[in-house]
């Protein structure tokens, strides 16, 4: 998603800005040695670099690995995982190239942006970026529950072509979403330190509303996955522990479904502190009989603390797939044996049709 790092905010008050400055105030805070530290502009590049490092190795891995595959469950698998790196990967270098030349820079806001699209940009690539690999591991997860639990309604398994067109729907809708501030609904605004950009968590109804609407699809998101991971992990327990000892083993199943859990697991733990967060603050402020012009100095480090928490997603989401292969476990654990088919669950089916699932 974001980096959201840099030093204190150059130039006048707020108040003389666009509307894209009103919710930060420049002066809360900053003379605390906490507020500071928290503030410091090596979290952004250190996370920065690691993360397009990492994010490139795994494109990497990720293309030499296709290369190799004959299974079509597995390369449409592989699709989605290349879409969700590539957005990671974007998501940091985007916001990196305002974030970080800001600190070296220190350049004045109200002189390079008074007309907010340098800051409505940023927003927007905040919230596409973030909201994509929540959307994406929902549809990784959706789309393995299927081909777990419904092996018959797509036996020729997901195409390439229609995974990336999977991909891409996802992509839209999350751009649509990014532009509803554009479009009226909502605002976005510069957050503390002065370095970047996001919703405005102020009890304006257009703010409330956009703020609630991104929460809430991350949250749904998220529990969507868990919903259907749980479900076809208890499927593949089954698999793993059944007799069949005749059938055909593989294990791509259970790779892939390892590899889902991890990437749930990170997304929860990065994410949902905050998304609860926004909902909590968004909620509260509109139940205050006093409604605030900018946000207290308390929430604004709180937001910047839970946007380091969501840089981490993008951060470890490629050393799930890097860590978790196959080739790799093998290595660590060489007991590792071959799982059972998802199709032994199913021991009438037609031999011919058997070989077919088999070998895809």
Request: include cysteine; charged fraction near 10%; glycine fraction near 8%.
């Amino acid at each position: 998603m974001g980096l959201g790092a840099a030093g204190p905010l150059n130039g006048s008050g707020a108040a003389a800005w666009g509307s894209c400055f009103g919710a930060f105030n420049g002066s809360a805070g900053l003379n605390e040695t906490g507020p500071r530290a928290i503030a410091s502009p090596w979290f952004s590049t250190a996370f920065g670099l690691i993360g397009l490092c990492s994010n490139l190795f795994a494109l990497c891995v990720l293309r030499s690995s296709s290369r190799q595959l004959s299974s079509r469950a597995r390369s449409s698998f592989l699709v989605f995982l290349c879409g969700l790196v590539v957005t990671d990967f974007m998501g940091l270098l985007v916001t990196a190239s305002v974030i970080i030349p800001y600190h070296f820079t220190k350049f004045d806001w109200a002189a390079v942006d008074a007309g907010c699209h340098l800051c409505n940009f940023l927003g927007f690539s905040m919230v596409f970026f973030g909201q994509c690999p929540l959307l994406l591991g929902a549809t990784m997860a959706g789309e393995r529950f299927v081909g777990i639990n419904r092996p018959f309604s797509r036996s020729s398994s997901v195409s390439r072509r229609r995974a990336w067109a999977i991909v891409g729907a996802v992509w839209a809708f999350c751009c649509l979403l990014g532009l509803l501030p554009v479009l009226g609904l909502g605002r976005y605004t510069l957050q503390f330190p002065g370095s970047w950009c996001f919703l405005t968590l102020l009890p304006d109804a257009g703010d409330a509303a956009f703020c609630l609407l991104f929460a809430l699809l991350g949250v749904g998101s998220v529990l969507l996955s868990f919903a259907c991971n749980t479900v076809s992990v208890v499927t593949l327990c089954r698999v793993c522990h059944g007799r069949d000892a005749a059938q055909r083993r593989r294990d791509s199943e259970v790779e892939m479904m390892v590899q889902l859990v991890g990437i749930m697991i990170i997304a929860t733990i990065c994410w949902m502190p905050l998304l609860i967060f926004i909902i909590q603050t968004v909620l509260q402020q509109l139940r205050a009989p006093a409604r605030p012009a900018a946000l207290p100095a308390e929430t604004q480090q709180l937001l910047l603390i839970y946007i380091r928490m969501v840089t981490w997603n993008q951060i470890l989401d490629p050393w799930v797939y890097i860590l978790f292969r196959r080739a790799v476990l093998r290595r660590v654990y060489p007991s590792v044996r071959a799982r059972p088919s998802i199709v032994s669950l199913y021991p009438a089916l037609n031999p011919a049709l058997r070989r077919k699932l088999t070998q895809e």
